[in-house]
């Protein structure tokens, strides 16, 4: 099939920044990490000399997002963090309302070190407390207690945080409803102004998989886990979350711009060991999407022996952005019809409009604007439904 061709973005883009490293890493993580900070003076000197490198990227404008993950970045010394920010500054024009966010666990951060991120410009706080109960804290391999998550949130807030996340996962082992809902009221008690909610994955070559491949955890039934998204989703909409995407839910002008200009197909450049980036050029709409290696010596070598870290680029086809079109629509505000045909010329067959109406009747999604958006009970089944209506 052809490439694939976007006929306009956003001349804005955003920056994802990967901090590799771990005080210790969670057995049910499958994010790229590596624990302790031995390499980590390597690391910042070949990230810096990425990002020096992608400021020749043309049709480059303002910078939209920056979101330092990992990894843990709170591991990164204010210091090692305001030249970060230097010199993606000294790279790019950074846009004056940029959204700035960094994710810190609770069990690396201090009233000073989050005061610093504050006054250096971070204006957004991703938290991961992931529960509320000391137990599950336990069972999942994180480093902080729940007074530590509790007293993060707090001293996040009185050093000027106005914009603050928190991630929480369910559907964990021995966990019941019970125990999840208190979580829930917890975090709220707390006023987090955005809430991401994921459900626990048993990811492969994780040692959680080889525990439960050995039978000596027993993962919680699809039943119960269906159980407690769905009162994910009731409680947090109930108390005036927007529930914006499967797994995140804000308050009023809260919602990540970051992640959702991922959902949208606007441009970003990921630095860091196994980050991805996904470029349009401006004049031929041609889209691109590549991946650094997964492996922090490996990225620190290939940056200074050849240059670039990139393991794997592809340029996207109408398939692969029709298909991503689909996915990321339906997982979030919608898939818009028009925007299939207009962006991407892209008309649906008629199997995939008559699997359409078939979940408009049974209530699994609503069409409203041209715009297909699934209901509470639909995102109960919406990798299913993806995978019924992306094209082959």
């Known amino acids: 099939m052809k490439p694939g061709r976007i006929p306009s973005v956003p001349d804005r883009f955003g920056v994802y920044v990967h901090v590799p490293f771990c005080e210790r890493k969670c057995p049910y993580c499958d994010f790229y990490s590596v624990e302790g900070t031995d390499l980590k003076d390597r690391y910042l000197n070949a990230l810096h000399r990425e990002i020096a490198r992608a400021s020749r990227r043309p049709n480059a404008a303002a910078v939209d997002t920056i979101y330092i993950g990992g990894g843990t970045p709170s591991l990164l010394t204010p210091d090692e963090i305001e030249r970060l920010l230097g010199e993606i500054g000294r790279c790019f024009t950074i846009a004056g309302d940029a959204e700035r966010t960094i994710e810190v666990n609770p069990g690396t951060t201090t009233r000073e070190s989050l005061r610093m991120l504050r006054q250096l410009g971070m204006n957004r706080l991703s938290i991961g407390v992931q529960s509320f109960d000391d137990r599950v804290l336990t069972f999942l391999g994180r480093i902080h207690t729940v007074a530590e998550a509790r007293s993060c949130i707090e001293t996040a807030r009185a050093v000027g945080f106005e914009n603050i996340s928190i991630d929480l996962i369910f559907g964990i082992p021995g966990q019941s409803r019970r125990g999840w809902e208190d979580t829930l009221k917890e975090a709220l008690a707390l006023s987090p102004d955005h809430v991401s909610a994921y ?111 990139v393991a794997m680029a592809e340029e996207l086809g109408t398939r692969e952005l029709v298909n991503e079109m689909i996915f990321l629509g339906l997982r979030s505000d919608g898939l818009s019809l028009p925007a299939l045909t207009n962006d991407l010329g892209y008309e649906l067959s008629g199997e995939q409009r008559t699997y359409l109406h078939q979940l408009l009747a049974r209530n699994l999604a609503v069409l409203s604007g041209g715009t297909v958006r699934l209901t509470r009970e639909g995102f109960l089944f919406c990798d299913e439904i993806c995978s019924h209506l992306m094209t082959s």
């Open 199 to 309: 459900s626990l994955i048993v990811e492969e070559q994780t040692p959680l998989f080889a525990l439960v491949k050995s039978g000596s955890v027993v993962p919680v039934t699809e039943e119960e886990e269906a159980a407690q998204f769905t009162l994910t989703m009731s409680f947090l909409e109930d108390s005036g979350y927007d529930h914006y995407e499967v797994s995140n839910y804000a308050r009023p002008s809260c919602r990540s711009r970051h992640n959702s200009a991922y959902w949208h197909h606007h441009n970003y450049l990921g630095f860091g060991p196994s980050a991805h980036s996904f470029w349009v050029d401006a004049r031929s709409g041609e889209a691109w999407r590549w991946a650094n290696v997964r492996q922090v010596g490996g990225y620190c070598d290939l940056l200074w022996r050849e240059g670039s870290p």
